[in-house]
């Protein structure tokens, strides 16, 4: 797979107080057609998803699935946990709310990626505060992305 390069870009993105929030990352994806097509592809999916009832639930909820607060549903974006330019799809089983903050130190993580850099700084897989997995096993969510202070 080809390097992607972190290109900052400001959000065009206007948050309800009208006062435009903090700029997003924008990825250079390669140029190859083939990944292009598929982003292309499940993009028109995600949009198609975020305006099902299932997708409208969530959101409503309030609550990050990263860091777990809650925000006004306004605030929440749809992330893909495995992201799409990482071969990811838009489907209920991988996209969840995700607030600006964790949307934004996410970046272009898997899950595999987030437990790879947490046993490399010396942290246990059974410290993540809201692994839901048994105790030594691997977490099924990146809930654990939350500080540890």
């Known amino acids: 797979m080809e390097k992607l390069t972190y290109v900052p870009q400001p959000c065009r993105r206007l948050c309800p107080t009208k006062h435009p929030m903090s700029p997003e990352p924008y990825f250079e994806i390669s140029s190859d057609p083939g990944t ?5 592809k499940e993009r028109d999916k995600a949009r198609a998803l975020k305006r099902s009832p299932w ?6 909820k309030g609550i990050c699935h990263y860091c777990g607060q809650r925000f006004p549903p306004d605030h929440l974006s749809m992330d893909h946990i495995v992201p799409l ?3 990811g799809k838009s489907s ?7 607030c600006p903050e964790c949307n934004r130190r996410k970046k272009l993580d898997t899950p595999a990626d987030t437990v790879l850099r947490q046993l490399s700084e010396g942290n246990s897989l059974d410290s993540c ?14 809930g654990f992305l939350r500080a540890q202070e």
Do not use: D, F, M, Y
């Not at 997708?55 to 409503?60: A, G, I, L, M, N």
């Open 92 to 98: 209920r089983g991988n996209v969840v709310p995700a």
């Open 129 to 142: 505060p809201s692994s839901k997995s048994a105790p030594g096993t691997l977490p099924t969510t990146l």
């Open 85 to 87: 330019a990482r071969g």
């Open 55 to 60: 997708w409208k639930t969530q959101r409503h």
């Open 36 to 40: 292009a097509n598929h982003i292309r």
